[in-house]
């Protein structure tokens, strides 16, 4: 991982730099106190097209000076620089050092350049995409060891700042902290991450100020989640609920942030096919951004009071698993007719949400949920899917993932396709028709289990594991949600 510094301290002479230029050529303050030798205006004169922002300019040994490597990055976009834009910058910048297997570096304060924002907070948007871009998963894998080939990742990079900045780069880093404590939970195999192992790592939240209770299965049982229970009855690892709470202020009735954790998904009885069925340990995707949005939130003590809930449940084949053909009795009350025992995460949902809203009464709930593959028909990799009760709260969730970079496309949840998930024999069934609008009828059976109260639903199956690099995010878990959730409560349920 980097260690992300910020100083307010002079250029240092020697080692690596990096220094900002404008696209129309400008340089800043630290740019231009390089340029005696003109090194950086005629780098940027240097082939490779537009000056245009993101682009970095590297030099080895710039000629009259002591530095090993001077990086120029460029920076601004003609329509208004964004703090997005910035974290992309950073993300680049460490993209570029890695690639020259830099260990250690020294960004220049961006001053002097015209950003429409104040250098703390450009500083503190670089400093998270750096940070996220970082990021590796890499505690199953050997160190390279000097002289070898292999990832050799960026150790230290110091952003120098001409103020004595650090309000905005603590919340940054924090926020950095939690995407990437929700990745690694993400990206742990279901033989180390199972329901109750998870349960105990979400204990470590009462370090931040979280409180944090959990149902073993014998509560469950009692509670009646028989729902959640038939999902996990066929593992050796029985089922837990994890309930947390961040109570940054008094208000009358907090905001719910709920969970999907199936820590494996065979499929049980409707055993998925071998192929790519590995991918299955990323199914507790939706509860690890709820628990590093609890995280976050606490971290930055939000001004709001926040339950956040998980339903952790492994689901595999067994003599003791749940048959295609069961008919459970939910949480609510309702039944259900389990056709097939791979469409596992409305069911756990199903208990969670009606618990959730039963015992607090939140004023909104938020899910998410590797819920269908059908979403990534639909959406593909590049935005998750959004359905709601209430138009507001969906407003609110688009804007969220627009500003964050975690963007949402509503779907519908219409009166027709309530009809999808009628059953013959039970008050509902848990599949739809076949292909036909599958994400949908996996969101309407869940809006039976929230009655009125504004819900949304975040279906983020195509977004929570890119297998390919993005713009903040090597390949593999991308924290999906933990920013998303951060900022809809900063917009929308926090005292101003
Ligand atoms: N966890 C899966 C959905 C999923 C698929 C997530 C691919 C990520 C990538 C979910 O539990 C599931 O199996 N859904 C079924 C529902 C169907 C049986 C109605 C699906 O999408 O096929
Ligand atoms: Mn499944
Ligand atoms: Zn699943």
Not at 187 to 201: D, G, R
Request: glycine fraction near 10%; hydrophobic fraction near 50%.
């Amino acid at each position: 991982m980097v260690e992300i510094s910020v100083a307010h301290e002079a250029l240092p002479e020697e080692g690596v730099v990096v220094v900002f230029a404008g696209a129309d050529g400008s340089l800043s303050a630290a740019a231009a106190s390089l340029d005696g030798e003109k090194v950086v205006s005629r780098a940027l004169r240097l082939p490779g097209g537009k000056l245009r922002h993101g682009r970095i300019v590297s030099l080895a040994l710039p000629a009259g000076l002591r530095l090993d490597r001077l990086l120029v990055a460029v920076v601004g976009k003609p329509e208004g620089t964004k703090a997005r834009d910035l974290e992309e910058l950073g993300a680049a910048i460490v993209k570029q050092l890695e690639a020259e297997r830099v260990e250690e570096a020294v960004v220049a304060s961006p001053a002097g350049l015209e950003l429409g924002m104040a250098e703390d907070a450009a500083i503190a948007a670089m400093a998270l995409g750096a940070e996220m871009r970082a990021y590796r998963f890499d505690k199953y894998r050997r160190p390279a060891e000097d002289g070898e080939d292999g990832p050799k990742p960026l150790a230290r990079l110091r952003f120098l700042s001409t103020s004595a900045a650090g309000e905005a780069l603590a919340r940054a880093r924090g926020l950095a902290r939690a995407v990437a404590w929700t990745r690694d939970l993400v990206s742990e195999p279901a033989n180390v991450l199972y329901p109750q192992s998870f349960a105990q790592i979400c204990e470590s939240l009462s370090e931040v100020g979280v409180e944090v209770e959990v149902l073993a299965p014998a509560d469950l049982e009692k509670l009646g989640m028989r729902a959640l229970l038939a999902v996990g009855q066929g593992s050796a690892h029985p089922p837990h609920v994890v309930v947390m709470r961040w109570k940054g202020a008094a208000q009358e009735a907090p905001v719910a942030l709920v969970g999907k954790g199936v820590c494996f998904d065979s499929g049980g009885i409707s055993l998925k096919p071998s192929a790519g069925m590995q991918d299955m340990k990323w199914d507790m995707a939706g509860a690890a951004a709820v628990v590093g949005a609890m995280r976050a939130l606490a971290q930055r003590r939000a001004a709001a009071d926040v339950v956040g809930i998980i339903g952790l449940a492994e689901n595999m084949p067994s003599g003791t698993a749940q048959r295609p053909g069961d008919v459970v009795r939910a949480y609510s009350g309702k039944t259900i007719e389990v056709i097939n025992t791979d469409a596992e995460g409305r069911l756990l949902l199903a208990d969670v949400l009606a618990y959730v809203c039963e015992r607090f009464r939140p004023r909104a709930v938020v899910d998410l949920a590797t819920l269908t593959g059908a979403v990534i028909v639909a959406l593909g990799h590049e935005r998750a899917g959004l359905f709601a009760n209430d138009d507001a709260l969906a407003e609110a969730l688009l804007r969220a993932g627009e500003d964050v970079g975690e963007p949402l496309w509503r779907l519908p949840l219409d009166e027709p396709y309530e009809k999808h998930i009628e059953s013959d024999i039970a008050d509902l069934k848990n599949v739809g028709r076949g292909r036909e609008a599958g994400s949908i009828a996996g969101a309407v059976f869940l809006k039976a289990f929230v009655g009125e109260r504004p819900w949304a639903h975040l279906d983020i199956a195509g977004v929570a594991w890119s297998s390919r690099d993005l713009a903040l995010v090597r390949k593999g878990a991308t924290g999906f949600g933990v920013r998303l959730l951060d900022r809809l409560v900063a917009t929308t349920f926090e005292e101003k």
